[in-house]
Nanobody, 134 residues
Framework: QVQLQESGPGLVKPSQKLSLTCTVS??????????WNWIRQPPGKGLEWMGA???????YVSPSLKNRTSIFRDTSKNQFSLQLSSVTPEDTAVYFCARGTTERLISLLFRPDLPQEKTWYDYWGQGTLVTVSS
């Protein structure tokens, strides 16, 4: 059973950097054909795909967040991380990490703004609320 757990601060000030880490257990983030995603859900809105890191370490970020987002991994700890810079209150959301297939990731690259379905991903973290406020 694969388990994912997000960690990071719950409160970030405007203009600062949001940093989250997802720790994976029960499976390796280098396992072939899987991609490890960051998805967020602002209050009252749908799920938004932010980006992912594939099994080979390649990273992909939604064009709408490309200039502010980086995703990286630490294979020795079986973790992958998200950094979102220059945050504003609009970045307030529940942030999830989730496992999907690389096939799904490829389809997302053509339509990164497509509303996300939870069923596209087979394992999810519980989510962590990040509030951007001074």
């Amino acid at each position: 059973q694969v388990q994912l757990q997000e960690s990071g601060p719950g409160l970030v000030k405007p203009s600062q950097k949001l940093s989250l880490t997802c720790t994976v257990s029960g499976g390796s983030i280098t396992t072939s054909s899987y991609a490890w995603n960051w998805i967020r859900q602002p209050p009252g809105k749908g799920l938004e795909w932010m980006g992912a890191i594939a099994d080979d370490g390649s990273t992909y970020v939604s064009p709408s967040l490309k200039n502010r987002t980086s995703i990286f991994r630490d294979t020795s700890k079986n973790q992958f991380s998200l950094q979102l810079s220059s945050v504003t209150p609009e970045d307030t959301a529940v942030y999830f990490c989730a496992r999907g297939t690389t096939e799904r990731l490829i389809s997302l690259l053509f339509r990164p703004d497509l509303p996300q379905e939870k069923t596209w991903y087979d394992y999810w973290g519980q989510g962590t609320l990040v509030t951007v406020s001074s």
